[in-house]
């Protein structure tokens, strides 16, 4: 059996090292046809690399690596290119001189590796233009840039930022300066370029990131999953003893839904290659890898609420209007991998979270950074809460509610008097958790707070929770009056109304009753 490629982000490796490759090159080989620069945009962890990786393979006409993939057999081996490949995560640093100078021993170390020898020079475009030319005289050369935006993202919110995007706009003008020299040109980032940023004087860029025509270009299909990792897959149903379809229902639930277009949707390379290699086991893999600074930045001085990305409209320019240190949260969050497309008609697109992943790793994000409830908080709070779940015990299912409440700073429940902010923070902590809570979900007659499903022992029990200052009681009343539990047939539901207290900052009574709809137990 082949080995999981995890963490291989070089192709050459990867296949050298008998690992499994998810054929995209047909995708590839489209993609050169392009006469002007070509960027991509997706979020950390998808295969940007792996994929400027494999072009690189190909322009330098290593044919034996690619065998058993559509490339061997559709592609002119015999012609070569030199390769420029470029990697900006490689440049870091907060100041413009830090920035200018990594950059510059980028394209020197790029150089050397060519065996081109470069003339000294302070500036990293003048270097750039030098190494086109002298690598391009003879055969046109293809340039590869991964992750172009790693300078702008770690330095998010600073006043040295203007500076930083002018050295880079000078740097990226000299691709357009050197046409006659160029075959190829693809870039990569994480934030979606405008025509006002970096990118101003390539203005003959090529974006495919909304292009239906790649919007599987990198990350898994269900398609790619049951054809490269078979065997792995019969694996963890046999250890987890799911039946076929309950597999790929678990497995979607958590991983799938990442989509460019709303109508094809890609699984994370990396969170379904760590639950593989884990035998099964479902929990936030794209998280472990450590949350990027760029988003917590971000985050610091936000006042996201979970619901707020629930099902949410778009115009479809969203994406266009703005650069990333100064767009909008949907705009940022949707490039940073945490929302995604998930439908679209003639000028709207349709925003959600992709899967119970990213949710649960959004909830935990936001959490820890606005609401600084630190992650032992949130584990107590999930052992309490599971007990009292299945001993069906309302009373201790509440105190672990106002435990919840007790670990947020009184601060943040002060300035936002109301009764959605108390359910927000409570659904938060419920998902960050990795409990099933769903928010406002819309029946016929109105939206109910909050539901939370819980199975145990082969029995799904659903608890409703709406939340007022009023007696507990109205809060029962209103439930039964909206037909909230009516989403849920026939299984056992549990309504409780919770009643709030600004002042206290926390629940002060509740209150249960069996739903008149649901199965009696």
């Not at 709207?348 to 979270?353: I, K």
Request: one cysteine or more; proline letters at 4%; hydrophobic letters at 35%.
């Amino acid at each position: 059996m082949k080995k999981l490629p995890i963490g291989k982000q070089e192709f050459k490796g990867l296949i050298e090292q008998n690992c499994i490759y998810v054929d995209k090159t047909q995708f590839l080989l489209q993609l050169t046809e392009f006469t002007a620069p070509v960027f991509l945009s997706r979020p950390r962890r998808f295969g940007k690399s792996l994929m400027l990786n494999t072009f690189k393979e190909l322009f330098k006409g290593n044919k034996a690596l690619f065998k058993d993939t559509y490339a061997y057999d559709h592609w002119d081996f015999e012609q070569t290119n030199p390769v420029i490949q470029l990697d900006l995560s490689c440049v870091s640093g907060d100041q413009p001189q830090e920035i200018s100078a990594t950059l510059l021993a980028l394209v020197y170390n790029a150089a050397e590796l060519m065996d081109i020898e470069l003339r000294e020079t302070p500036y990293p475009n003048v270097a750039l233009n030098s190494l086109i030319q002298k690598a391009g005289k003879t055969t046109p050369v293809v340039i590869l840039i991964d992750e172009y935006d790693t300078p702008i993202l770690e330095n998010l919110n600073q006043l040295r930022l203007p500076a930083i995007k002018q050295i880079l706009r000078s740097f990226y003008k000299i691709i357009k300066a050197n046409e006659e020299f160029i075959r190829f040109t693809f870039i990569t980032g994480i934030s979606k370029f405008t025509h006002v940023g970096v990118f101003s004087a390539l203005n003959n860029l090529e974006d495919i990131t909304l292009n239906s025509d790649y919007a599987a270009v990198v990350g898994y299909t269900e398609k790619d999953i049951r054809h490269s990792f078979g065997e792995q897959v019969e694996q963890v149903k046999t250890k987890t003893g799911l039946t076929d379809k309950e597999f790929w229902k678990k497995l979607a639930h958590y991983y799938n839904g990442y989509s460019w277009d709303g109508r094809q949707f890609v699984y994370n390379p990396l969170s379904i290659l760590k639950f593989l290699k884990s035998g099964g086991e479902f929990i936030p893999y794209w998280m472990q890898t450590g949350s990027p600074e760029f988003i917590a930045k971000y985050s610091q001085d936000k006042k996201f609420n979970i619901s707020d990305f629930e099902q949410l409209k778009v115009p479809k320019y969203f994406l266009n209007k703005q650069e990333m240190d100064t767009t909008s949260p949907e705009s940022f969050l949707t490039q940073a991998g945490y929302l995604s497309i998930k439908d679209q008609d003639d000028d709207s697109y349709t925003l959600d979270f992709p899967n119970n992943e990213v949710r649960r790793s959004f909830c935990e994000l936001i959490l820890n950074i606005q609401y600084a409830v630190a992650d032992t908080d949130i584990l107590a709070v999930k052992s309490g809460l599971r007990k009292a779940l299945e001993a069906q015990d309302i009373d201790k299912i509440v105190e672990q509610f106002k435990i919840i409440y007790s670990s947020v700073p009184y601060v943040h429940f002060d300035s936002n008097k109301t009764e959605h902010s108390y359910s927000a923070v409570l659904l938060m902590y419920l998902q960050a958790s990795g409990f099933e809570a769903s928010p406002e979900r819309l029946s016929n007659k109105g939206r109910l707070d909050l539901s939370l499903e819980h199975k145990y022992k082969d029995q799904k029990q659903v608890y409703i929770f709406e939340l007022k200052t009023a007696a507990p009681q109205k809060a029962i009343d209103q439930i039964i009056e909206k037909n909230y539990a009516g989403a849920y047939g026939n299984h056992q539901v549990t309504l409780v109304g919770l009643q709030i207290d600004f002042a206290e900052r926390n629940i002060v009574s509740h209150q249960s009753a069996r739903s008149p709809s649901g199965t009696q137990g």
